[in-house]
């Protein structure tokens, strides 16, 4: 009688391990899961803050672009209306200005 109660003992807990074995391979299927599933979700959130901050300096970029833009052809506008003002002294000076460069450049 013993020797059967030590046999039923045994198989009981080999069945026990058998099902711990099954849980194991679940928990470690389902936490596996769990990480493809965290890691997609923080890939896709990463991929959508990149292209804000993208989107965000694209705007910023062509906003500084348009600013300078217009700036430049002010400045052009404005030259041109002072040489149109004083074409005389505008010779005088780009030739003075030429001299200075020149004598610069010959040291």
Same mark, same amino acid.
């Not at 003992?9 to 074995?21: S, T």
């Not at 506008?77 to 450049?105: C, D, N, Q, W, Y």
């Given at each position: 009688m013993e020797k059967q109660t030590a046999q039923d003992?045994?198989?009981?807990?080999? @069945?026990? #391990? $058998? #099902? #711990?074995?099954?849980d194991l391979a679940s928990l470690t299927k389902a936490v596996a899961e769990g990480q493809k599933t965290s890691?997609?979700?923080?890939? @896709? @959130?990463i991929s959508r803050e990149a292209h804000a901050v993208f989107e965000n300096l694209r705007?910023? /970029?062509? &906003?500084? #672009? +348009?600013? &300078? +833009? @217009?700036? /430049?052809? $002010? +400045?052009v506008e404005s030259v041109e209306h002072k040489i149109e003002e004083r074409p005389f002294l505008t010779v005088i000076l780009m030739f003075l200005a030429g001299i200075i460069v020149g004598k610069m450049l010959d040291r």
């Amino acid at each position: 009688m013993e020797k059967q109660t030590a046999q039923d003992d045994y198989a009981r807990v080999k @069945e026990d #391990l $058998q #099902l #711990l074995r099954e849980d194991l391979a679940s928990l470690t299927k389902a936490v596996a899961e769990g990480q493809k599933t965290s890691a997609s979700n923080l890939k @896709e @959130e990463i991929s959508r803050e990149a292209h804000a901050v993208f989107e965000n300096l694209r705007k910023r /970029g062509d &906003a500084a #672009l +348009t600013r &300078a +833009t @217009e700036a /430049g052809s $002010q +400045t052009v506008e404005s030259v041109e209306h002072k040489i149109e003002e004083r074409p005389f002294l505008t010779v005088i000076l780009m030739f003075l200005a030429g001299i200075i460069v020149g004598k610069m450049l010959d040291r």
